[in-house]
């Protein structure tokens, strides 16, 4: 592996196609040492945010770098970043030995690469096989062999989870710890957390082409909710919200967002209102991810946010 670390840094990214924003004001950074989790649901702009890191879309403002520098201005891009966008791109009728060896002769790389890859992925036994007969895992782990052709510093990975079965789950969430163990910096994306989040130390969310959250899956998980409500709900509501409360309604009382209990309690007191419910509760990381991806999301603490508008992939 190369010596140097390399960290994937989002400024300001933009991306309009005509009248949709796909991708807006984005910046986060993404370091070595870890795996960290593109997520979002789909139509989210994670594509696009991809492909203009990867120099394959031009930003309409901002800048998508690896350590400073844009893939297009790389030295040697495949020894600095290894790519899986498409698990289904390779020709059906060459084998995975073929596949690979023509991409070390059209870049320079040592055909003894072809090998170590290979073996690396668990492939080595099916590298004589047409890929046109692989299943889905198989040509999964092909994407993951092609990507570390160059011994990349930096992994990118898009949805290299989805549509395995669960033991090719499990390998490749050990492989994915592996490589950040061994210093790389592996982005990963999906558009399921429940895919990811036993693999990930750091989740960055987007919808609509905006950033919701950057931190880690604990402080995503860990969301203060509280159920409270009185025999004046009006009045609560009211008091709740002149102190700056995220409040929601519903048919069996207020959820109070990001302030516990006694900090509730001593609102409806000073307020004079007496309190029928007050109770905490604990949001999961699937709702955590569902409420920060609905419709009108909005920031956890240490966030960064914006108003929400477009769709893209």
């Known amino acids: 592996m190369a010596a140097t670390a390399t960290t994937i840094d989002v400024s300001h990214l933009s991306k309009t196609f005509g009248a949709v924003e796909a991708v807006s004001d984005l910046s986060f950074v993404v370091e070595p040492g870890s795996v960290t989790g ?9 594509t696009t945010t991809l492909r203009m890191l990867l120099g394959l879309v031009t930003p309409t403002s901002g800048s998508a770098t690896f350590g400073g520098v844009g893939y297009r201005d790389l030295d040697n891009p495949l020894a600095t970043v290894g790519t899986a966008l498409e698990a289904s791109s390779f020709h059906p009728g060459r084998t995975a030995r073929n596949h690979l060896g023509i991409y070390t002769t059209a870049t320079g790389i040592s055909r003894d690469r072809v090998e170590k890859v290979l073996k690396q992925v668990g492939m080595d036994a099916y ?15 092909l994407g993951l062999a092609f990507a570390l052709l160059g011994d990349p510093r930096v992994l990118v990975l898009d949805e290299p989870i ?25 982005l990963v994306s999906s558009h399921l957390l429940s895919e990811v989040q036993q693999s990930v130390d750091r989740a960055i969310i987007i919808t ?25 709900r009006a009045a609560l509501h009211a008091a709740l919200l002149a102190e700056g ?51 009108a999301p909005e920031a956890k603490p240490g966030a960064h946010a914006a108003p929400t508008e477009g769709s893209a992939s």
């Open 208 to 232: 609509r082409g905006k950033l919701v959250y950057d931190g880690t899956l604990t402080g995503l998980e860990f969301t203060a909710r509280v159920a409270v409500d009185a025999p004046d």
């Open 38 to 46: 593109f997520l979002g649901p789909n139509g989210a702009g994670k």
């Open 127 to 141: 590298a004589d096989r047409r890929v046109g007969g692989y299943s889905l895992g198989m040509r999964q782990r």
């Open 245 to 295: 409360a995220r409040v929601d309604v519903t048919e069996g009382g207020l959820i109070v967002k990001e302030l516990d209990a006694t900090t509730i309690g001593a609102i409806a007191h000073r307020a004079g209102v007496p309190l029928s419910l007050l109770a905490e509760q604990q949001e999961g990381l699937e709702a955590a991810f569902l409420e920060l991806t609905s419709p």
């Open 162 to 186: 989805n549509g395995l079965d669960p033991e090719g789950i499990r390998w490749i969430r050990g492989f994915l710890r592996e490589l950040a163990d061994e210093g790389r910096t592996v």
